[in-house]
């Protein structure tokens, strides 16, 4: 069966979704500034410390990077625990995981080499 229907199907011309330019333009602008402040708003904000978790501010320089090695050295082993269970790819991703952790507890015994105790 063959159905007339006029090409391209007869609407009415005017929308009643069309709003002002102007006003789509500043609503467009303030819904932009809400969700993504400039650099300016952002470096303008002073930052506050966050009180949940914090370090003694009069933990020494040595305190802390002793403190530092230990962790990296407990997250290494952790790392290594977990790449027993793993093959293929994933494992390899996390021995490359491991050798940032190892540098980087290199990087930290050296400091605490160049700290000067009293």
């Known amino acids: 069966m063959f159905k007339v229907t006029p ?7 005017v929308s009643p979704y069309e709003p002002d330019s102007k006003k789509l ?11 993504f402040p400039s650099n300016a708003d952002i470096k303008a904000t002073a930052r506050r410390p966050s009180t949940l978790l914090c370090v003694n501010p009069e933990a020494t320089a040595e305190t802390l990077a002793v403190f530092l090695v230990e962790t990296l050295a407990s997250v290494d082993v ?6 027993d269970h793993l093959e293929g790819e994933s494992r390899y991703a996390l021995l490359g995981i491991s050798n940032s952790i190892m540098v980087a507890e290199i990087t930290a015994n050296r400091v605490l080499d ?3 105790t009293p």
Request: charged residues 20%; hydrophobic residues 40%; proline residues 11%.
């Open 114 to 116: 160049k700290i000067d």
């Open 7 to 13: 090409n391209p199907p007869a609407t009415d011309p």
């Open 78 to 83: 952790m790392v290594h625990q977990l790449v």
């Open 25 to 35: 333009n500043e609503a467009a602008e303030r819904a932009l500034n809400f969700h």
